[in-house]
Every structure is written in structure tokens, then in C-alpha cells.
């Protein structure tokens, strides 16, 4: 009997008397009322921006009758009040708590398994039970997304953000050795026994593993055809505060390896331009991508008035940053980026951290450090952001016709694999009967 866009009312005939059933949307904003027997579903409650309020003005609405409170959602890191339903030992007492995993939903499911799959898929890592139980379009959506987040939207993963984005031993997978560095032998904060260091040189022996350290070694490389002309650089400029980094990677395929990295400290900025158009006189394929924030701006005008396409002009806004760290992410997962083995490289690489901000938005940036802000990290994003997207080297061969056809698949996935253990606490509900089996969302939490 009503319909618009904020209620929908429903009437039924019932012998003599005529109930009605009315269901009230209030999209992000804070419901009032002291109802009776009125049930309130917050969902998705951990992406609210104002998820406090929201939720504090929730409570009161089933003061009165059986009334049932529910909050369902995806994660979104270790915030908001979805978290805090889970996360706190008092609210264990009130609420009861349901979980739904993709494999709990039959059409992101191979329909011959499902049965299987109910039982045994929680038991396998998340590659392996992708494969082994996932529709064709789960498959493409698990190869399109890095696996942390994968898991956090389809199998309830809560992601800590005080945890870096690139931990250390994805790093030292990609590594390979350079020209040994003194600092090699000081310790720091992310000094530790290092794991799989040099495995994607072992993963691609016919490969020149090799950062040059100078332009003119690099250009005496290009010329001998030991690396190709087409290459790509990265400038994140800085001044007086933190360093100017350049980077210059070579792409064979789907790898990218570093070839070269110059920092520039305290350098005046005729200096660096200098530098910077004598990188792109001397290789005349060279494609830069220059930081246009602030002082970057009248740099990268100059640069771009005379040398046009083969530079481009980055803001780094916070949409860019996701982009470039997830690919970067993506590549370290399919080890198809080649880094140097330089521990203050490796330490600025390990130092990216992403943020939830207060809207639900990631935020990428380098941990509180006097020393620099990410600057290398940035200048490689940069570089890599100006070759080709990245491809995920997993899944193999196994993959269906229909989704291998996609993209030539051929390295098998040497990640590190994060399992599900004991999976708790997915959201509270007052007085209500199991309803997990009644939805049908791919990663839920109600």
C-alpha cells in the first residue's frame, strides 16, 4: 500500500482484521523510536561512517515488544562498531553470532560440490578450495583481487592495520642480490631471519638479475642488449624534508625488475631537473612518471612541455596510492617484480601500511619515520605504474577453459597462504532463531 523510496508497506488480509507489515530504510542515518515489536537490520554496519551513532540510536528501537536487533557486514579492518560487536567480551553475553563463508552460498559454488564443500572447504588454504569448490566467476574474481582482501570479502578475514601491507618475507621472495651495502650490517627495527630470499631468481634462471649503478652502466647494458631500450621510471621529488627518489625498472613479460635507483638529498631542484632530462636524452624510449604534488608541479610542467607523451604527470591522491599499492601487492604475491636487495629499501617497502579512514576508505602511507616517507617505495610505484598492469601467476593450468583462456597462466603461486582459524563472533542479535542459511551474500557477517 506504500512504496517509495524510503518505506515499503505491506497489507494482508487475516479473517476480520487487516495487519500490515511496513519495512523503513534509513541509509546511513541514525532511526529513532521506541517501537513495538519492531526488528532492526543494520547492514553492511562496517562500512557506516557514523556507525556509533547509528548504532547507539538502534538500541532503543526494540525497547519494547520482540523486537530483534541484527547487524550483518563484510569486514573492514579492526574499527567501527561491527568490530566492536565482535571484538568485545561483553557484548558475547547478548548477542548470538553467525558465520557465512562464499562456500556457503550456492551460486558462487561448483554446484556438483556444494554438498562436499559445506564440510570440507574450511579445512583447505584459500588458493586451494578456490579451485577446488569456486564457480568460474569466483576463480576470476580470486585471480582480479590481492588474497588479503579476497579473504576479507569472502571469507570473513578482519585485516590489522597496524601490520604492514608488504610483509617482510613476501619481500625477500622478490629480492634479488646487489652490490653490498655497509648498512647490510647495522640492525633495525625489521631485522629477522629471512625467508625465501633470491626465490624468484631461482624461479626465473634465465633472467639477469642486476640493478646498475650508474646511468652510463645502465645505458652500456641497453646497448650490448642485455636490457631492453623500453623502459620505465618513477620520480618522487622531494627537497629539504625527505629524499627525491629515481627509479627506473625493466619490464620482460609480466616482470618488472629494478635496474637502477638514484636518491637525491637536499638537491636543489635545477639539479634534479637537470639529472631528470639527461635520463630522458639518454634513453630515448624511456617513459617517466613524475610526482605533480606540490613541489613536484613546476618540475613536471617543464619536463612535460619538452619532452610531452613519454612523461606523465601523477597526483597522489589517496585513489592513485590504493591503485599503485595493490599492483605492486599483486606483483610481490606472483613474484613478477624483480627488487634489490638493499635493506633500506627493503625497510621502506616493509614500512607501507594501509589505513581505514573514518569514511571506509583505504589509506596507504609509510609508518611515522624521521628518516623518510616511503619515498623509494613511491618512486618504484611510480616506475611500475608506468609498464604494464600486473597478472597473477597462480592458479596454473588448473584453472577452467573458460577462465585460463582469459590470461596465460604459467608460474605456480609460491605465496604465503593465510588460513581461517577459529573464525569468530560475526555480529550480535537479540532472541533469534540461526538465520544464517536464510541469506544468500558471499561473505557476510551476520
Not at 482484521?17 to 562496517?46: C, F, M
Not at 585513489?319 to 629499501?345: C, F, M, N
Not at 609460491?414 to 544468500?440: C, M, W, Y
Amino acid at each position: 500500500v506504500v512504496d517509495n523510496k524510503r518505506t515499503l508497506e505491506f497489507e494482508d488480509a487475516n479473517g476480520d482484521r487487516r495487519s500490515r507489515t511496513r519495512l523503513i530504510s534509513h541509509a546511513q542515518r541514525e532511526p529513532r523510536g521506541k517501537g513495538g515489536n519492531t526488528d532492526v537490520y543494520l547492514d553492511e554496519s562496517a562500512h557506516y561512517i557514523f556507525g556509533d551513532k547509528i548504532y547507539i540510536a538502534a538500541v532503543p528501537i526494540i525497547t519494547r515488544g520482540s523486537g530483534r536487533l541484527i547487524t550483518g557486514s563484510t569486514p573492514l579492518g579492526k574499527r567501527g562498531v561491527h568490530y566492536m560487536l565482535k571484538a568485545e567480551a561483553q557484548y558475547k553475553r547478548i548477542y548470538s553470532y553467525h558465520e557465512i563463508f562464499w562456500w556457503n552460498c550456492p551460486e558462487l559454488v561448483n554446484e556438483a560440490v556444494f554438498a562436499e564443500a559445506q564440510e570440507k572447504a574450511v579445512l583447505y588454504d584459500s588458493e586451494e578450495r578456490v579451485l577446488k569448490y569456486g564457480s568460474d566467476k569466483l576463480i576470476a574474481i580470486f585471480i582480479s583481487m590481492p588474497l588479503e582482501q579476497f579473504q576479507q570479502e569472502y571469507e570473513l578475514l578482519t585485516i590489522d592495520e597496524t601490520i604492514s601491507f608488504y610483509p617482510l618475507d613476501l619481500i625477500h621472495s622478490c629480492c634479488y642480490e646487489a652490490p653490498h651495502d655497509p648498512i647490510f650490517d647495522e640492525e633495525d627495527d625489521y631485522s629477522s631471519k629471512i625467508e625465501g630470499l633470491f626465490n624468484v631468481v631461482k624461479s626465473n634462471p634465465k633472467i639477469n638479475f642486476k640493478l646498475y649503478e650508474s646511468l652510463e652502466a645502465l645505458a652500456l647494458a641497453v646497448q650490448e642488449n642485455k636490457v631492453k631500450a623500453r623502459l620505465c621510471a618513477g620520480y618522487d621529488v622531494g627537497r629539504k624534508k625527505h629524499n627525491a627518489e629515481f627509479a627506473v625498472i625493466e619490464e620482460i613479460g609480466d616482470m618488472q625488475i629494478i635496474r637502477y635507483l638514484e636518491p637525491f638529498k637536499k638537491m636543489e631542484f635545477n639539479i634534479q631537473k637537470a639529472f631528470l632530462t639527461k635520463a630522458l636524452t639518454m634513453f630515448p624510449q624511456l617513459k617517466l612518471g613524475i610526482d605533480n604534488t606540490a613541489i613536484g608541479m613546476n618540475m613536471g610542467e617543464d619536463l612535460w612541455l619538452r619532452f610531452r607523451s613519454r612523461v606523465r604527470r601523477v597526483d597522489f591522491t589517496n585513489s592513485w596510492k590504493e591503485e599503485v599499492a595493490t599492483d605492486l601487492h599483486i606483483r610481490l604475491e606472483s613474484q613478477t617484480l624483480g627488487i634489490p636487495y638493499l635493506k633500506p629499501l627493503v625497510n621502506q617497502i616493509h614500512s607501507i601500511k594501509r589505513k581505514v579512514t573514518e569514511h571506509g576508505h583505504f589509506k596507504f602511507d609509510a609508518e611515522k619515520n624521521p628518516h623518510h616517507h616511503g619515498d623509494k617505495f613511491w618512486a618504484i610505484g611510480l616506475a611500475s605504474n608506468m609498464g604494464s598492469k600486473p597478472t597473477k601467476a597462480r592458479l596454473s593450468s588448473q584453472l577452467p577453459l573458460g577462465v585460463r583462456g582469459q590470461r596465460n597462466l604459467a608460474t605456480p603461486s609460491v605465496r604465503k597462504i593465510q588460513k581461517i582459524h577459529n573464525v569468530r563472533a560475526v555480529t550480535g542479535e537479540f532472541d533469534i532463531p540461526h538465520i544464517a542459511s536464510e541469506l544468500r551474500m558471499p561473505g557476510v557477517k551476520i
